[in-house]
């Protein structure tokens, strides 16, 4: 009986220092989480990545419409000079 009594014991240390380690994990992240909501450079990096984002849009656009165009010349340059 003294036996169950010690592993209970231990069980219920081990669960309790479980809950202590995540309860200071949680605050820790909580606090990173609170930080970076508050700070700038994450504003800051998310505009950068929109902008650039938006030139490769423009750019894949362009070069879509450009290919497009020079596929149509030569094609109707092939036409005029015949097989």
Do not use: C, W
């Not at 003294?2 to 479980?18: C, G, H, K, P, S």
């Not at 200071?24 to 508050?38: D, Q």
């Amino acid at each position: 009986m003294r036996a169950r009594e010690v592993n209970i014991r231990m069980l219920l240390q081990a669960f309790t220092y479980v809950r202590v380690a995540a309860g200071e994990l949680r605050s820790k992240m909580h606090e990173r989480f609170t930080e970076l909501a508050g700070s700038e450079s994450g504003a800051t990096a998310a505009e950068y990545a929109l902008l650039v984002t938006l030139i490769a849009i423009a750019i894949i656009g362009g070069a879509t419409l450009l290919g497009n165009n020079i596929d149509g010349r030569l094609s109707q340059t092939g036409t005029v000079v015949g097989p």
